[in-house]
């Protein structure tokens, strides 16, 4: 079992900064995605950064390529999100999840791939 525990979300003027982290447990030693989701209300949950966890390969939506960033602590078993250049239209719920199978074809931005989701933090961005 994955236990995974968001933080660092919350409110920002647009052209700002935040970075997000996602806690997994210590008994997550599986893992071979983790990624992170945003959804707002009435749309369906989007992918926004993945990484390969056993290695260097990362996967962005093109909405935030250039702005954000995906890192991870292995040893800390830690995962980041750093967004810069924040736009309004950033704002939402994001989620952290992770896949403990190291077989993904298609698109990796693909929120039906994760199993594991952690409980969201907000991001909200305004003009």
């Known amino acids: 079992q994955v236990q995974l525990v968001e933080s660092g979300g919350g409110s920002v003027q647009a052209g700002g900064s935040l970075r997000l982290s996602c806690a997994a447990s210590?008994?997550?030693?599986?893992?071979?995605?983790m990624g992170w989701f945003r959804q707002t209300p009435g749309k369906e949950r989007e992918g926004v950064a993945v990484?390969?966890?056993?290695?260097?390969?990362?996967y962005y939506a093109d909405s935030v390529k250039g702005r954000f960033t995906i890192s991870q602590d292995n040893a800390k078993k830690t995962l980041y999100l750093q967004m810069n250049s924040l736009k309004p239209e950033d704002t939402a719920m994001y989620y952290c999840?992770?896949?403990?199978?190291?077989?993904?074809?298609?698109?990796?931005?693909?929120?039906?791939?994760?199993?594991?989701w952690g409980q969201g933090t907000q991001v909200t961005v305004s003009s």
């Open positions: 999840a992770a896949r403990t199978s190291g077989v993904m074809s298609g698109d990796r931005l693909d929120a039906g791939k994760f199993p594991y």
């Open positions: 990484a390969y966890t056993r290695g260097s390969s990362e």
């Open positions: 210590a008994y997550a030693t599986s893992i071979y995605y």
